[in-house]
């Protein structure tokens, strides 16, 4: 599985990007010339990462420690491997989404805390997971207010007797997922008029959705763009979709103790509804990713 389905196709220019000094695979990233001579947060290529990369690499340097950002990086692929050779040294992760892609997509749990303790189970020696945000970036189906008042919806639930009537859009590779629109038949017992084959919360699904090409959307539940249009997302009651909450993944040896304690006191105070807000003025409102990140960590008393 991809990071999250977000994520633009990597440009062969930004992986020279990752390209550090060699010989740096086995050292500690903090020792003098080890790394590439610092401490490195990556990050993906959407707002979301981008927000969170500045967020980690903030409340490090509030410890006084020198950090690389190197965000806007690419998918899971580059990210991971570079992670382990110690290119860099801490991500923003998905618990869900790289449970997923360790297992090769054979874990089934949907709980935060059993997708968190396998989580830790599968990780390459050399890389542990920090403390799991309350915030999650989860698969979500969206529908308008007026969808949601015709057909009475709160919750997926609700689809079920009504789905018949219904043109839903998203990914391709939602008519073949699990969590898709086999597992909302599985599952629930939905099965919609027509599927659209669009994007993932994309401009295509956006447009589709505002212009009632389609009736219901699958986007991620903290884009800033829903609440922006008064959009409603429908409660995945009976827990298909798998945990998405944020997670840190950093290489142990760098895992010093102030460290781990800013980024566990980041995790515990980041909730779904902050992610939302701080998406949207990334998303909508055009602000720089840094500066939203910095304003969020200053207003919640996480930087000395």
Same mark, same amino acid.
Request: net charge negative; hydrophobic share 35%; glycine share 10%.
């Given at each position: 599985? &991809?990071?999250?389905?977000?994520?633009?196709?990597?440009?062969?220019?930004?992986?020279?990007?990752?390209?550090?000094?060699?010989?740096?695979?086995?050292?500690?990233?903090?020792?003098?010339?080890?790394?590439?001579?610092?401490?490195?947060?990556?990050?993906? #290529? *959407?707002?979301?990462?981008?927000?969170?990369?500045?967020?980690?690499?903030?409340?490090?340097?509030?410890?006084?420690?020198?950090?690389?950002?190197?965000?806007?990086?690419? /998918?899971?692929?580059?990210? *991971?491997?570079?992670?382990?050779?110690?290119?860099?040294?801490?991500?923003?992760? =998905?618990?869900?989404?790289?449970?997923? =892609?360790?297992?090769?997509?054979?874990?089934?749990?949907?709980?935060?805390?059993? /997708?968190? &303790?396998?989580?830790?189970?599968?990780?390459?020696?050399?890389?542990?997971?920090?403390?799991?945000?309350?915030?999650?970036?989860?698969?979500?189906?969206?529908?308008?207010?007026?969808?949601?008042?015709? =057909?009475?919806?709160? #919750?997926?639930?609700?689809?079920?007797?009504?789905?018949?009537?219904?043109?839903?859009?998203?990914?391709?590779?939602?008519?073949?997922?699990?969590?898709?629109?086999?597992?909302?038949?599985?599952?629930?017992?939905?099965?919609?008029?027509?599927?659209?084959?669009?994007?993932?919360?994309?401009?295509?699904? /956006?447009?589709?959705?505002?212009?009632?090409?389609?009736?219901?959307?699958? *986007?991620?539940?903290?884009?800033?763009?829903?609440?922006?249009?008064?959009?409603?997302?429908?409660?995945? #009651?009976?827990?298909?979709?798998?945990?998405?909450?944020?997670?840190?993944?950093?290489?142990?040896?760098?895992? /010093?103790?102030?460290?781990?304690?800013?980024?566990?006191?980041?995790?515990?105070?980041?909730?779904?509804?902050?992610?939302?807000?701080?998406?949207?003025?990334?998303?909508?409102?055009?602000?720089?990713?840094?500066?939203?990140?910095?304003? =969020?960590?200053?207003? &919640?008393?996480?930087?000395?």
């Amino acid at each position: 599985m &991809k990071f999250r389905e977000r994520y633009l196709v990597l440009a062969v220019g930004v992986v020279s990007l990752l390209v550090l000094a060699a010989g740096c695979g086995g050292q500690n990233a903090l020792e003098e010339g080890g790394g590439g001579g610092g401490f490195v947060v990556g990050s993906a #290529n *959407f707002p979301e990462q981008l927000i969170l990369g500045n967020m980690y690499a903030d409340v490090i340097e509030d410890q006084g420690i020198e950090v690389e950002r190197r965000l806007n990086l690419g /998918t899971r692929d580059v990210l *991971f491997p570079s992670l382990e050779s110690g290119e860099i040294t801490l991500v923003p992760e =998905y618990n869900g989404a790289l449970l997923s =892609y360790l297992s090769k997509g054979e874990s089934d749990v949907t709980s935060p805390e059993e /997708t968190t &303790k396998l989580l830790k189970k599968e990780l390459p020696e050399g890389l542990i997971s920090l403390e799991a945000s309350e915030a999650q970036d989860k698969d979500a189906l969206v529908v308008t207010p007026e969808t949601a008042e015709k =057909y009475d919806l709160e #919750n997926t639930s609700d689809l079920a007797p009504v789905a018949d009537e219904l043109i839903v859009g998203g990914p391709p590779e939602m008519s073949e997922r699990p969590d898709g629109l086999p597992g909302l038949k599985r599952v629930y017992g939905i099965e919609f008029e027509e599927f659209k084959a669009l994007d993932a919360g994309g401009p295509l699904t /956006t447009e589709a959705l505002g212009n009632g090409d389609v009736d219901v959307g699958r *986007f991620f539940s903290s884009q800033g763009l829903i609440d922006a249009r008064g959009w409603i997302v429908l409660e995945d #009651n009976k827990e298909l979709s798998p945990a998405q909450n944020i997670i840190p993944i950093i290489r142990k040896q760098d895992s /010093t103790g102030k460290i781990v304690d800013a980024l566990n006191e980041l995790s515990a105070t980041l909730t779904t509804e902050d992610l939302k807000k701080l998406n949207r003025r990334v998303e909508v409102d055009k602000e720089d990713p840094e500066d939203v990140a910095k304003d =969020y960590l200053k207003q &919640k008393g996480l930087l000395g």
